[in-house]
């Protein structure tokens, strides 16, 4: 069955993630990243989860999952190898009507998490449906490799100047006509040489003589 991708705002949302091991630290660190806030069933977890917990950064619950620890979060992740836990995580996810992923056995769930390249606000994503984590990987280290950290400086650099240009052009038709035409190769060397300023200098001067 095919997913619907969608991007979720996780900023303050309470998320669990069952399990302490490798996976659990990994699952945890994207979660953090998007604003998330965590909470980890587990009586064992890694050093850096332990960090964590010390730190008050996530919530550690020092014991296995219960039936019933699901409720009030918005989305959990099932992070061990344990086909019961997994099953009965799935169970009590879907009696409160939430998102789960279960890492291990993802039909159990309701939602995957694809691989991913961020830079910047810049994220791209690769999913095979499950079918082939492999060359879901491969392709990711691909989509590594064609956009570097440059393409997360350009949509800085849009944010940045966005309103000006819309004094200068005011449909969004002519304005995504001037970036199409403004997005080459010359800007993207200036950003990965992190000559920002200059690349910068050199959107302002196309910006100016817009209607010129």
Partial sequence: MPFYPVNLQMTGKCCAVIGGGAVAERKVGSLLKAGAVVTVFSPQVTDALSRLAQAKQITHIDRPYRQGDLAGFFLAICATDDRRVNQTAAQEADVRGMLLNVVDAPELGNFSVPAQVVRGDLLLTVSTNGKSPALAKRLRQDLEERYGEEYGLYLQLV??????????????????????????????????????????????????????
């Fill in 159 to 212: 944010a940045k100047i966005r309103a000006e240009l819309k004094d200068r052009l005011a449909t969004a038709k002519e304005r995504e006509r001037f970036w199409r035409e403004h997005i080459d190769d010359e800007m993207m060397i200036l950003l990965r040489q992190g000559k920002i300023n200059e690349a910068e200098a050199r959107i302002r001067n196309a910006i100016g003589s817009v209607g010129s």
